[in-house]
C-alpha cells in the first residue's frame, strides 16, 4: 500500500473546497495534483463517515474497541458486587 502524500487535514481541506466552491472537480485535481479517481474515492469515504457518523453507526475500530472495554469493565463490577456480597454476609454471620 503506498502512503498518501497528503495528510488527512489536506483531504478534509480539499474535500471541503469542493462542497463550499464552484470550482469543479477536475479543476480541483489539477490544482492539487491528485487523479480524480482518488478525489472521488476520498470524497466518497467522506460523505460515507459523515453518515454514519449521524445515524450513530459508527463501526470503527475505535467503536468496537470501547464496547469491549465497556463489556469487560460491567464483568468486572459483576464479579466484585458478587464478591463485596460475600464479604458483607461474612460480616454479619459474624456479629451474631
Known sequence: ????????????????ESLNTSISAAELCRKYN????????????????????????LNGDACKSMKREIDNLKRIIGELTIANDAFKKTLEGDKR
Not at 500500500?1 to 471541503?16: A, D, G
Not at 491528485?34 to 453507526?57: I, M
Open 1 to 16: 500500500m503506498v502512503k498518501s502524500k497528503f495528510t488527512p487535514q489536506e483531504k478534509t481541506r480539499i474535500i471541503l
Open 34 to 57: 491528485v487523479s480524480p479517481p482518488t478525489f472521488y474515492q476520498w470524497r466518497e469515504r467522506f460523505l460515507d463517515g459523515g453518515k454514519a457518523s449521524l445515524d450513530g453507526t
